[in-house]
């Protein structure tokens, strides 16, 4: 599906074109960013507050607002930070910002409109989860570094006082200060520190904890971390004497818990739509009480209380405020949102069609009400929204040909007029059952739908009348992608390894002419310029794979001929989630997963960028981690989109990639793709 038209796409982004990342190798850094959309996006991951002013974690950004009317709060500043905050604490001006593995960003927030990264630690094994700061002092959960403390008087220049390693089986997750005493949480095993004498920490003793999560109360401590299936605990000790700390009591919180804070004799758990609200003085009777209760819109990742408002940082729907004057009756009182997850996009003549859905949390799937939005993404411009028409179902897929948008979802698809983007109108719909759709293509005003399955492989519906739609063709088979050029169509054979190859000049009666055999299962097709690009279907589950792009000739159709191949090397567990080409490279989404020293598996999504200028010697150039959960890929003359999740399109200058072909001056072709 691709170069007629593209899309993919089930719970990430989808991207489709007209026209046509895991080891990097060779020129690092040729893709230059060229803009984003929406912007800024989400989601909202770590959030602190001080004198009105939040400072919270917009993913690569720390988002400075003024929350004094909480019902609308205003951003005052933004500046990029190289990873998500895990953590955020503010000394006076100064906000520390704890990332994944670039330790902690030191920001100047002086002036508000314009934060500054003045400094930056980052210990040995890169990593810091949790942050608290005492006096002049920072201290540090720092993954396998354990306890960390820094002399931050001069923010630009912060040193070690001391450290301390947690215990041989744990790490330091999160890290809370108290009265010379720290208190650091590693998921197994919860240590307490005495940090009087900063640049000597000494272990006093130690207690069996889950807690990644900690908050200090009044002569208490609480910690939020894993319990049973698919569920937190959050253990109340008694901390009157530190050196004899003891587990009193326990309450199982549903579902996952990322966050704690103590305010005013009460307690407030973040967990995933909802922030529990406990009343301090009776924990012994948590489990026969009515909790406060509320809900967010999005996935609580954390929670801090001020007075008598709690900030929310609620993942896809941004900073979120909540009254908590009357805290066993949580209100929400407003926010700053971002956008909702989208789910498919494709690009026509700097053009994007887009959808996106209700999004409320990582273990979560997009949900209706949707929409679908026309979006400008010409070469140097931002991009902009044209127009938007509601949906009512997920869109998984869509494509465009001429003034005609086809969006499909599992059981259905929607014909809609674009001819003035910036009021799109559905003009027929249709809907079957007992299958869910798998692709999409469109050619010469007709659609073609893979499904899953093995009896309905490929249907053709005429669209030349599109209010009209009818069904006039079909292919038996088990299919998993489908391009269209020129009258032909190669659908990718679940069954066979390899592709067919079909005439579809009458489309109402395809006709196989030949087939290309691939040495492996393949998973998706793309084809221009008289070459098809094939991807390794690599099986769900898989953690120690490989995987190859196939080019094949296709000069002769009814034979191609395998000329070339490129294998992604340098990542564990890799997998192809979509592909797109054009101007002399390819784009592959990608998945592969990063195993810790304990063994715990790390998900990490991005983009490779091949060169295959020379398509019988593919090379590698680059891989860029992406910013969320990347799911498709598409590429246009000038740029190349990368379809990411909750994190929204991100758009990319290709232009300094070694093989990249520079596009003539754009023509718009009788089938609505561009082309020189």
């Known amino acids: 599906?691709?170069?007629?038209?593209?899309?993919?796409?089930?719970?990430?982004?989808?991207?489709?074109?007209?026209?046509?990342?895991?080891?990097?190798?060779?020129?690092?850094?040729?893709?230059e960013p060229a803009g984003r959309w929406p912007d800024p996006f989400g989601p909202a991951t770590a959030v602190a507050v001080s004198d009105n002013?939040?400072?919270y974690g917009l993913d690569r950004m720390l988002v400075v607002a003024d929350v004094s009317d909480p019902t609308s709060p205003i951003e005052l500043g933004v500046v990029e930070i190289p990873e998500r905050a895990q953590d955020i604490a503010v000394l006076e001006e100064v906000v520390y910002v704890a990332t994944y593995s670039n330790g902690i960003r030191i920001i100047d927030a002086s002036d508000p409109s314009t934060p500054v990264e003045v400094g930056e630690y980052i210990p040995p094994h890169g990593r810091v989860y949790g942050i608290?700061?005492?006096?002049?002092?920072?201290?540090?959960?720092?993954?396998?570094?354990?306890?960390?403390?820094?002399?931050?008087?001069?923010?630009?220049?912060?040193?070690?006082?001391?450290?301390?390693?947690i215990h041989s089986s744990v790490v330091g997750y999160d890290v809370a200060v108290s009265r010379g005493i720290a208190y650091v949480a590693g998921g197994a095993w919860l240590q307490v520190v005495g940090v009087a004498y900063p640049a000597s920490p000494q272990r006093i003793t130690g207690v069996r904890s889950y807690a990644n999560h900690l908050a200090i109360g009044d002569g208490t401590l609480y910690g939020l971390g894993r319990g049973?299936?698919?569920?937190?605990?959050?253990?109340?000790?008694?901390?009157?004497?530190?050196?004899?700390i003891r587990e009193i009591t326990s309450y199982s919180v549903r579902?996952?818990?990322?966050?704690?804070?103590?305010?005013?004799?009460?307690?407030?758990?973040?967990?995933?739509?909802?922030?529990?609200?406990?009343?301090?003085?009776?924990?012994?009777?948590?489990?026969?009480?009515?909790?406060?209760?509320?809900?967010?819109?999005?996935?609580?990742?954390?929670?801090?209380?001020?007075?008598?408002?709690?900030?929310?940082?609620?993942?896809?729907?941004?900073?979120?405020?909540?009254?908590?004057?009357?805290?066993?009756?949580?209100?929400?009182?407003?926010?700053?949102?971002t956008s909702g997850a989208s789910t498919a996009v494709v690009v026509s003549e700097a053009r994007a069609y887009s959808a996106d859905c209700t999004y409320r949390g990582r273990h979560t799937q997009p949900q209706p009400p949707c929409t679908f939005r026309a979006i400008d993404v010409?070469?140097?411009?931002?991009?902009?929204?044209?127009?938007?028409?509601?949906?009512?179902?997920?869109?998984?897929?869509?494509?465009?040909?001429?003034?005609?948008?086809?969006?499909?979802?599992?059981?259905?698809?929607?014909?809609?007029?674009?001819?003035?983007?910036?009021?799109?109108?559905?003009?027929?719909?249709?809907?079957?059952?007992?299958?869910?759709?798998?692709?999409?293509a469109m050619a010469r005003n007709h659609a073609f739908i893979v499904m899953a399955g093995y009896t309905n492989g490929l249907l053709v519906a005429d669209l030349s009348s599109p209010t009209s739609p009818a069904w006039v063709g079909i292919v038996h088979g088990a299919f998993s992608d489908v391009a269209v050029e020129n009258d032909i169509a190669f659908v990718v054979d679940l069954q066979q390894a390899g592709f067919r190859v079909l005439d579809v000049s009458d489309p109402a009666a395809p006709v196989e002419i030949g087939f290309g055999e691939t040495p492996e299962p393949a998973g998706q097709v793309v084809v221009t310029d008289g070459f098809a690009y094939v991807t390794e279907l690599v099986p769900s589950g898989w953690t120690n794979s490989d995987p190859d792009l196939w080019i094949f000739d296709l000069a002769d159709p009814t034979a191609p001929i395998l000329v070339g191949t490129y294998q992604a090397t340098g990542s564990w567990g890799e997998s192809f989630l979509d592909l797109d080409v054009a101007g002399g490279l390819a784009y592959l989404a990608v998945f592969w997963q990063e195993s810790s020293v304990a063994s715990v598996l790390y998900p990490h999504w991005g983009m490779r960028v091949v060169d295959v200028s020379d398509p019988t010697s593919p090379v590698g150039l680059e891989y860029l981690e992406s910013v969320g959960i990347a799911g498709r890929v598409a590429a246009y003359p000038g740029r190349a989109i990368l379809a990411d999740g909750w994190a929204g399109l991100e758009l990319f200058d290709p232009s300094n990639c070694p093989g990249y072909v520079p596009p003539p001056s754009l023509v718009r072709s009788s089938t609505g793709r561009v082309v020189p």
Not at 3 to 22: N, P
């Open 378 to 440: 010409k070469l140097g411009t931002e991009p902009t929204e044209l127009g938007s028409l509601e949906l009512s179902e997920i869109p998984v897929e869509i494509a465009v040909s001429e003034d005609l948008a086809v969006v499909l979802s599992d059981d259905s698809y929607r014909v809609i007029d674009v001819s003035d983007p910036g009021g799109p109108v559905e003009v027929a719909a249709e809907r079957w059952g007992g299958q869910t759709a798998n692709g999409l």
């Open 255 to 337: 579902p996952a818990g990322y966050g704690v804070a103590y305010s005013d004799g009460h307690v407030y758990v973040a967990s995933e739509q909802t922030v529990t609200v406990l009343p301090a003085d009776s924990p012994y009777a948590w489990a026969s009480i009515t909790p406060g209760l509320y809900a967010t819109t999005g996935n609580a990742m954390g929670v801090v209380v001020s007075e008598d408002r709690a900030y929310v940082a609620a993942g896809s729907a941004g900073l979120q405020v909540v009254d908590v004057s009357a805290p066993m009756e949580p209100l929400g009182l407003g926010g700053a949102p």
């Open 132 to 165: 608290d700061v005492e006096g002049r002092y920072v201290y540090l959960a720092a993954d396998l570094d354990g306890l960390i403390v820094l002399d931050a008087r001069v923010p630009s220049a912060p040193f070690k006082m001391g450290s301390i390693g």
């Open 228 to 244: 049973g299936s698919y569920e937190a605990m959050l253990q109340v000790f008694d901390i009157h004497d530190p050196a004899r």
């Open 53 to 55: 002013i939040a400072y």
């Open 1 to 31: 599906m691709k170069r007629g038209t593209r899309t993919i796409c089930r719970f990430g982004l989808i991207v489709v074109v007209l026209a046509g990342f895991g080891a990097p190798v060779g020129a690092d850094d040729c893709l």
